[in-house]
């Protein structure tokens, strides 16, 4: 058996960088020579984003083919309501109501190895390959890990890490407490080792196994674009730059230099055979303000915040990151940072608190007129550069778990949810934000060579993934095959062809609560990658 | 998972417990029991609970609502015995079983 397509992942990573780090300079060579070659013998294109540019619903989308309103994963967290509280929840690989490539190639007779990809824990139990979920912690990756037995394969590796190679929601929290100079450098270098773990696994899944398709997502490049931004971004590298600076940015160069040799070593151990593909969930860009969208709603009307509690308790709200609402007045209001959503609370069953489902046009047109109220007082530019009606952006059955409004900022920034003044208010510092165009690259044979094509779309990745493992496409997926990626005399011989649809809705219905201090922490951690301000 | 189903689900639940914790290096004074506190004994943090609760559903191929054990009166419980998580249990497969 031989590997047939790899594809690698690079959560938020954006042309805005890589073209940078792609070229030699003063006399140096450049730091990621192999994407260079990448870049000269492959091509590539921009790759627009879900609605919200967000990990969770974009990697599902890239996984499926199909976008948010069909899948159903809108957020890391999900929120519902009850009576006076609304309780959050994690998504799962249970939420997901559509089928992913795993799955479609494996009824297919392909076999496959995901590695590190989030929402695919906990993993399906009929998969033909391997499954190692990303946004797991070290405790529970065994459980999560498939096929049973790989667990303690994986363990046989030479220096093999767990704790290494997992998601540490603690170290982050940590990192989130204080973003003092030294911190942020510990955050840089948290990810080095993380990632040489996850390619050891890549590298022995595909040494060991050689499954149809390989996949392997490194994350690190958007961990540490978040807090890094401003030391990796070209545009940010003029001036005076301070001895910290020029530290932070060689420390960046290095994970990207070492991630060029990682993506090297799997493409050299694929073999000139494959067709290599790299796709990010989204692009990267600087957020240059806060935007406190739940204060601002407040002085709408829309939102009443809940008198805090005396005492500790009072403060430990104070400090939570949940807004701290009184359901019985309020109207809308933005669940978490990272969803950039309205929620319109709507009263569908007799006690439940909120407007009546008639009012819900008018309630939403005159929401949507406070909020392009929202303007900058010196220039009159709107905050809010897009607002869109969920029908319009999440078309699908899983449509009514999205937020009513999506709200792009104009600085493509992530709202606060905060009960703080000004609603709008000059970030210290610039960080990195998640920009709506990721990338998309193709490279090996058949593949056309040194050009830059049209953007495609993140649900054309599974329908390309699918093609190039010689699949048909499914009938019912959004995404097309990018064709433009593959040579003339290719096509010809593997034509793109439509094929039976995916197999239907396979989500469940209720849900696990998750307890306050693991809120907290998935909060701080979101904090940290700057959901938050 | 299922394979870790058992006769009683107590046995269920201990044995995912024992699965779940196999890597943790816990120093147990004592066999994982239905006595076994979560937080107290394992050192359960809550990511850990939502973990267990997912084991179990997965396990018996169906969501529990883990919500109406997890939260009383608008709070969440500070710790949970496995008896407690088998008895939660045993009440939502029971309440299943008499629906129509």
């Not at chain 1, 300079?25 to 260079?36: I, L, N, Q, S, Y």
């Not at chain 1, 309780?87 to 992913?100: P, Q």
């Not at chain 1, 593909?277 to 990267?284: E, I, L, M, V």
């Not at chain 1, 009307?301 to 509690?309: A, C, Q, S």
Request: charged share 25%.
């Amino acid at each position: 058996m031989t590997v047939r397509t790899l594809f690698i992942g690079l959560d938020g990573a954006t042309f805005t960088v890589l073209n940078d780090l792609i070229k030699g300079k003063d006399g140096e060579p450049p730091v990621m020579p192999f994407m260079a070659k990448v870049f000269a013998e492959g091509v590539r294109s921009k790759l627009r984003s879900t609605p919200n540019p967000l990990t969770p619903p974009a990697w599902v989308s890239l996984m499926t083919g199909r976008g948010p309103g069909h899948h159903g994963v809108f957020d890391f967290i999900r929120a519902e309501e009850r009576g006076d509280d609304v309780f959050f929840t994690l998504y799962d690989s249970r939420d997901c109501r559509v089928e992913t490539i795993w799955s479609i190639a494996s009824r297919q007779g392909k076999r496959v190895a995901a590695l590190n990809f989030p929402f695919t824990a906990p993993p399906p139990d009929d998969l033909n390959g391997f499954v190692v979920p990303g946004f797991v912690p070290w405790r529970h990756l065994r459980r999560n890990t498939y096929p049973q037995d790989l667990y303690d394969r994986l363990k046989q590796i030479p220096d093999f890490n767990a704790q290494e190679l997992a998601w540490d929601f603690e170290q982050e929290k940590q990192s989130g407490d204080q973003l003092s100079d030294h911190d942020r450098e510990q955050w840089v270098s948290y990810h080095l080792p993380r990632e040489k773990q996850w390619f050891k696994v890549a590298e022995h899944l595909m040494d060991a196994e050689a499954p149809d398709l390989m996949a392997v997502l490194f994350d690190g490049v958007d961990k540490l674009q978040h807090q890094a931004w401003p030391y990796v971004d070209p545009a940010l590298q003029t001036g005076e730059l301070s001895g910290f600076h020029l530290r932070m940015r060689e420390l960046s160069l290095g994970y990207f230099r070492q991630l060029d040799g990682f993506i090297e070593k799997l493409v050299t151990a694929a073999g000139p055979d494959v067709n290599v593909f790299f796709a990010s969930d989204h692009g990267f860009c600087a957020s240059t303000e806060i935007v406190r969208i739940n204060a601002y709603l407040a002085e709408k009307g829309y939102v009443h915040f809940r008198e805090l509690p005396p005492g500790d308790a009072g403060m430990r709200r104070d400090n939570s990151y949940f807004a701290f609402l009184d359901w019985h007045k309020t109207v809308a209001y933005c669940r978490t940072p990272s969803c950039n959503g309205i929620t319109i609370r709507v009263a569908r069953n007799p006690g439940e608190t909120g407007i009546e489902p008639s009012e819900y046009e008018a309630v939403r047109n005159r929401l949507i007129r406070d909020l392009e109220d929202l303007k900058d007082p010196e220039t009159g530019e709107r905050i809010i550069a897009e607002i869109h009606k969920r029908e319009d952006v999440f078309p699908g059955a899983a449509m009514t778990n999205a937020p009513d409004l999506q709200l792009v900022l104009r600085d493509f920034g992530f709202v606060s949810v905060r009960n703080v003044l000004p609603v709008v208010e000059k970030r210290a510092y610039p960080i990195g934000t998640h920009h709506p165009d990721g990338v998309f690259l193709a490279y090996g044979p058949g593949v056309e060579k040194g050009k830059l094509l049209g953007r495609r779309h993140i649900t054309d990745v599974a329908a390309t993934l699918l093609y190039s493992l010689g699949l048909d496409v499914p009938s019912d997926f959004e995404g097309k095959v990018a064709e433009a990626m593959f040579t003339r005399e290719h096509l010809d011989k593997q034509p793109v062809v439509l094929g039976a649809a995916t197999l239907s809705d396979r989500a469940i219905g209720a849900t696990e609560t998750m307890a306050e201090d693991e809120k907290e922490q998935i909060l701080a951690q979101l904090q940290m990658l700057g959901y938050m301000e | 998972m299922s394979s870790l189903k058992k006769s009683t689900t107590i046995e269920t639940v201990i044995a995912i417990v024992d699965d779940l914790t196999q890597d943790w290096g816990l120093d147990l004074s004592a066999p994982v029991s239905e006595c076994t506190q979560l937080a107290a004994d394992l050192q359960f943090a809550s990511v850990d609970i939502i973990q267990l609760c997912v084991a179990l559903e997965q396990c018996y191929g169906r969501r529990f609502g883990f919500q109406d054990l997890l939260m009383k009166d608008g709070s969440y419980v500070g710790d949970l015995a496995l008896s407690q998580f088998a008895a939660f249990v045993d009440s939502k497969l029971k309440l299943e079983s008499i629906t129509p």
